[in-house]
């Protein structure tokens, strides 16, 4: 393993540039060092294998060979430990790389609707799709380097380990080489533009008719909460890649993700951690309760009072904390799960969210991708009891979530794992772009109110994008 360092940016959009044209990048943004919860940037491209998954059906790629088709009932998360066992590299991190956070491994998303067995899938049909659908229901790349920014020390790491070829590694440096200077950071952003608006796939009518089916479902005693989520969708020219770039100023997030597929992207803004994996402790960190933020500070203070003294609001995020809590509880350590923080008020670009800390001790004889399994998907985005609320939200809502409520994350060679609730997330596809916007009903939601909620969480994101000249 080798780590050669290079000149930092405090803006890691010229290297993103630099590195966008290579196959398959992922580049793990965490919001360009705008608060105390942005570190890292990882960046990475051109993969020595990946899986993907897509109608049930695992594919493995692998660089020196031809493309195979794994057993139909081979379990996604599985498969990615098997190929990170195949590819790992002999050496081991000397202790001077011990607190990087990722030193190559696996990296990419997992779908929200990979966790859809027979039984949560709705009878009623979805609304036809128009095109093919381009992206997998997961895609995850064996990446073995990794360029790691670490804002706070200010310094730039290129890593490789030692199943890195030659060529990858002259093609990366070549593609690094390329930023030069500062003033690379002001070259112009690929192009990106909307032909319309964006448009709901529920009209506001079919989003009251479904937040009142959830209510009897609720008051019947199905569910205690479950989040309802409406898709917004319109057609696009450009770079999906350029899109990511204008959006990431306007919208940063500490977990933040671009993946470029060869005919798709996703563009993740996320807030969110999942779950985080490190030296056996593990991380959660749900969400649950908006506030929309406003320009005048009066007011947004008060918004914010409003959300942490909110009785609805904490309530609904402690159901979630003791579903997070049995789901970790499958895997961790008996006694080592704990609620660290309850209710801290974190304020983003455009809300305010209530965000609950969870830890707990993973055992050695367990591998963090068998608690992402376990886990999946966060019991923020989909509700409690967590089966009964899938089954009710797949009935419920018109169109799949794809990428939304999955999860982007990388697993490294050594177990180290990060990853994210994929919400404030778009999916690029057949010159389509598609956003997701949702929020937890309880008993007493009110309607006018979670149908404002969903608008207010991805109002920058779908009213940000320039619209086409005619």
Not at 31 to 42: A, I, K, P, V
Not at 193 to 201: D, E
Not at 273 to 284: A, D, E, G, I, M
Request: charged fraction near 20%; include cysteine.
């Amino acid at each position: 393993m080798r780590l050669i360092p290079r000149p930092y940016h405090p803006d890691s959009s010229a290297l993103m540039k630099a590195l966008s044209t290579m196959d398959y990048p992922v580049f793990l943004d965490s919001g360009m060092n705008q608060d105390q919860y942005s570190r890292y940037d990882l960046l990475m491209a051109d993969p020595i294998a990946s899986l993907t998954q897509a109608n049930g059906e695992i594919r493995l790629w692998q660089s020196d060979k031809a493309d195979t088709c794994l057993m139909a009932d081979q379990d996604i998360f599985q498969a990615v430990q098997t190929l990170l066992q195949h590819f790992a590299p002999t050496e081991k991190p000397a202790s001077e790389f011990a607190e990087l956070p990722f030193c190559g491994g696996a990296a990419g998303y997992f779908g929200y609707d990979l966790s859809l067995s027979p039984a949560m899938t709705s009878t009623e049909p979805k609304r036809a799709q128009p095109q093919a659908q381009q992206a997998p229901d997961a895609f995850i790349g064996i990446y073995p380097w990794c360029l790691v920014i670490d804002h706070h020390l200010k310094q730039s790491m290129l890593i490789l380990r030692s199943n890195c070829s030659q060529a990858l590694e002259q093609k990366v440096l070549h593609a690094l080489n390329s930023v030069t200077a500062p003033t690379s950071l002001t070259e112009a952003t690929p192009a990106f533009s909307l032909r319309r608006p964006f448009a709901p796939a529920m009209s506001k009518a079919e989003y009251q008719n479904a937040f009142l089916r959830l209510k009897d479902y609720i008051i019947a005693g199905d569910c205690y909460q479950a989040n309802l989520a409406q898709s917004f969708s319109t057609e696009y020219a450009g770079s999906a890649f350029g899109a990511y770039l204008q959006l990431r100023r306007l919208c940063s997030s500490p977990f933040s993700a671009y993946i470029g597929l060869p005919a798709a992207a996703v563009l993740s803004f996320s807030p969110e951690r999942f779950l985080s994996v490190r030296n056996s402790r593990v991380l959660t960190q749900p969400i649950k309760g908006t506030r929309r933020r406003d320009p005048d500070p009066g007011l947004d203070r008060s918004l914010a009072d409003e959300l942490v003294h909110s009785e609805k609001d904490t309530a609904e995020n402690l159901m979630i904390v003791d579903l997070l809590r049995n789901d970790l509880g499958t895997l961790c350590r008996i006694g080592s799960v704990q609620a660290e923080k309850l209710f801290e008020l974190q304020s983003f670009n455009n809300v305010h969210h209530l965000v609950s800390t969870i830890s707990a001790e993973l055992p050695p004889q367990h591998h963090p991708l068998q608690l992402l399994r376990n886990c999946f998907p966060g019991g923020s985005i989909t509700g409690a009891p967590k089966i009964r609320a899938m089954q009710i939200i797949a009935e419920l809502e018109t169109e799949p979530r794809r990428i939304y409520c999955g999860s982007v994350a990388y697993i490294g060679f050594e177990g180290q794992m990060d990853s994210n609730i994929a919400i404030r997330s778009m999916l690029c596809e057949n010159n389509q772009i598609r956003c997701w916007g949702g929020g937890g009903i309880v008993a007493d939601s009110e309607c006018e109110q979670e149908y404002q909620e969903s608008l207010d969480k991805i109002s920058l994101l779908i009213n940000s994008l320039p619209l086409e000249h005619n």
